[in-house]
C-alpha cells in the first residue's frame, strides 16, 4: 500500500538556519504530494503541494520538489525563522482518491 | 462559520462507554473526511464522505467505529464501547470536491479524546 516515510525529530535549528526535512514516499501509479503544517495550538494546514514528477511547490519561502525517480519530496527553506516552529507532515494523495496518507511528522523547533 | 468546526474539543470518557464527535464543515464543501492522530499510529484516515454517502470506509479500525453525514453538512463519528486505544486527536477535513481531482482539505481544530 501508499505510505510516507520523513525524518525524524525534533530538528532544533537557529534562526536563519538552512532546513531540510527528508520525506520519500511509496505509492503506486502517480500520487500527489504535499507538506502540512501544524503550529503549536493549530489545526492542520497545507503549506505546499505538488501534482505531478518535477513540479515544486513553494509558499512562505518554503520550497519542494516532485522527485519520481528518488521517489521523494524534501522540504526546504533557505532561512527559518522563530515563527517556523511548527509540526510538518509530509502526505500523498493518489490519483483518483482523495484521501490523504500521512508521514508521521517532524517537529522543527528555532531558536532564537 | 468560516472554518472546519469540531465539538467537543476534548472528552474524557471512561472504558466501555460510547462516544460521539461532531464536525461541522466549511458551507458548501461536499467532501468530508475524518482522521485520527494517535503518538503510537500518527496521522490515519478512517472515512471519507461526498454528500451523504461513504465511498470509502477503509480507515475504520473495528465495527465499534461508525459515522454518518446528514444533509450533505454536518457529520457524526461514533465509538461505542470505548477502549484505551481510542485515545488520540480526531481530526475532520472538508474539500469542495471529490474524487477525479484534488482539492484542497481544510481542517478542523480537531477532538481530543481521553479513555480512562
Known amino acids: 500500500g501508499n505510505s510516507v516515510t520523513q525524518m525524524e525529530g525534533p530538528v532544533t535549528l537557529s534562526e536563519e538556519a538552512f532546513l531540510t526535512i527528508n520525506c520519500t514516499y511509496t505509492a503506486t501509479g502517480y500520487p500527489s504530494l504535499f507538506w502540512y503544517v501544524q503550529y503549536p495550538g493549530e489545526g492542520l494546514q497545507l503549506l505546499l503541494k505538488a501534482t505531478k514528477a518535477d513540479d515544486k511547490g513553494s509558499n512562505k519561502g518554503f520550497e519542494a520538489t516532485y522527485r519520481k525517480e528518488t521517489t521523494s519530496f524534501h522540504l526546504e527553506k533557505g532561512s527559518v525563522q522563530v515563527s517556523d516552529s511548527a509540526v510538518y507532515f509530509c502526505?500523498?494523495?493518489?490519483?483518483?482518491?482523495?484521501?490523504?496518507?500521512f508521514g508521521t511528522g517532524t517537529r522543527l523547533l528555532v531558536s532564537p | 462559520g468560516a472554518g472546519v468546526s469540531q465539538s467537543p474539543s476534548n472528552k474524557v470518557t471512561e472504558k466501555g462507554k460510547d462516544v460521539e464527535l461532531r464536525c461541522d464543515p466549511i458551507s458548501g464543501h461536499t467532501a468530508l473526511y475524518w482522521y485520527r492522530q494517535s503518538l503510537g499510529q500518527g496521522l490515519e484516515f478512517l472515512i471519507y464522505?461526498?454528500?451523504?454517502?461513504?465511498?470509502?470506509k477503509s480507515g475504520l479500525p473495528s465495527d465499534r467505529f461508525s459515522a454518518e453525514r446528514t444533509g450533505g453538512s454536518v457529520s457524526t463519528l461514533t465509538i461505542q464501547r470505548t477502549q484505551q486505544e481510542d485515545s488520540a486527536v480526531y481530526l475532520c477535513a472538508s474539500s469542495q470536491r471529490g474524487a477525479s481531482s484534488y482539492n484542497e482539505q481544510f481542517f478542523g481544530p480537531g477532538t481530543r479524546l481521553t479513555v480512562l
Open positions: 464522505f461526498q454528500g451523504n454517502s461513504a465511498p470509502d
Open positions: 502526505a500523498l494523495s493518489s490519483r483518483g482518491f482523495q484521501k490523504l496518507v
